[in-house]
């Protein structure tokens, strides 16, 4: 069965400071998402990634993917206090298309 | 273009109640899954539908299930609820079959049950 685990679970971080949320799973994937929940709202996509070495960024967040050691790195740059939030990877196992989430990284971003 | 939309939004029920969840999609979207996010387990795949065929069903008891209508809308229904179902449950909805590119999450509605 598929599992993925991200780490850290839990990050406190000054603003400008650089930091990476790793995401590791057990089997062969098609694709890799990124998702950003904030306290009592739904998920929003941040990022799919298709391939090995696909490498996506959105202003300070860069998402990369490794497939062959299956394993997703989000970096954050100059961190700033409105990227506090919980960031989920999400996996979907290519034998039965289910998508499996990671138990996501609470990130706070302390001014 | 409107949201995934969700209702409702939140619900009291008591254990032993069952209980009909509805999500709408965006529209011309015909994939839609559900997904149950609780503090202990995470967000966890509940089942997914695409034109009115459940494609994918994830490991929850026989009380889930679900349906998709002939407008891709979903319901979700919790028969004989049990304390461990207060949850969030989200919908997601995406266009085409398949592993999605990107899927859009609705608002989830918050089911407590006491």
């Known amino acids: 069965e598929l599992k993925v685990e991200q780490n850290p679970l839990f990050l406190s971080m000054q603003e400008g400071k650089n930091y990476t949320i790793y995401c590791n799973y057990s089997t062969t994937s098609d694709r890799l998402y990124w998702y950003r929940q904030d306290p009592g709202k739904s998920l929003e996509s941040l990022f799919v990634?298709?391939?090995?070495?696909a490498v996506k960024q959105e202003g300070r967040l860069m998402a990369s993917l490794d497939t062959k050691a299956r394993l997703s790195t989000l970096h954050i740059t100059a961190a700033v206090h409105d990227l506090s939030a919980t960031y989920f990877c999400?996996?979907?196992?290519?034998?039965?298309?289910?998508?499996?989430f990671g138990k996501g990284t609470r990130l706070h971003i302390l001014p | 273009k409107a949201g995934v939309t969700q209702t409702p939004r939140y619900l009291i029920k008591t254990r032993g109640q069952q209980v009909t969840l509805s999500c709408s999609p965006i529209s011309g979207h015909r994939s839609v899954s559900w997904y149950q996010q609780t503090p202990g387990q995470g967000l966890q795949f509940l089942f997914e539908y695409f034109s009115e065929t459940q494609r994918n069903k994830g490991n929850f008891p026989g009380r889930f299930s679900g349906r998709q209508f002939s407008n891709s809308r979903s319901e979700m229904n919790v028969s004989t609820l049990e304390l461990g179902d207060s949850a969030l449950y989200l919908c997601a909805s995406s266009w085409g079959q398949g592993p999605p590119d990107t899927q859009y999450f609705g608002p989830g509605t918050r089911l407590t049950v006491l």
């Open positions: 999400a996996v979907d196992w290519d034998r039965d298309d289910k998508i499996i």
């Open positions: 990634l298709l391939s090995n070495g």
